[in-house]
């Protein structure tokens, strides 16, 4: 990502996630945003850190910003929903994330 993000009206972008999730479909994207002037935070439903998966074996541990019970969307400008097939689908989490994914639809005009 070349783009300079500084000054845009989605500088801070909330990265749901929990463990275990590929940790190349975090740190990559993760690294270039943050290159490009965005502030990213982690947020899961894990209290305190998340671990990555590597390949065929557990990877690095990140850790928590906001717990995904007390995020509020409104503290964020843009969502960023890291892939892989390893993410789990836990009703309570897939729930909340589809919440705070909503209230980025209808606000996308900001």
Do not use: C
Not at 19 to 40: I, N
Not at 95 to 108: A, D, G, Q, S, V
């Amino acid at each position: 990502m070349s783009a300079n993000l500084t000054g845009m009206k989605f500088a801070i972008l909330a990265i749901l996630v929990t463990d275990p999730y590929e940790q190349v479909e975090l740190e990559q994207p993760r690294a270039a945003l943050q290159q490009a002037g965005a502030t990213t935070m982690v947020v899961s439903p894990k209290d305190t850190e998340v671990k990555a998966w590597k390949f065929t074996d557990w990877g690095n541990t990140y850790k928590v910003d906001v717990n995904l019970n007390s995020a509020d969307e409104a503290g964020f400008d843009a969502l960023f929903l890291p892939g892989g097939v390893l993410n789990p689908t836990v009703s309570e989490w897939f729930l909340r994330r589809f919440i705070l994914w909503n209230h980025f639809l209808k606000t996308t005009n900001r």
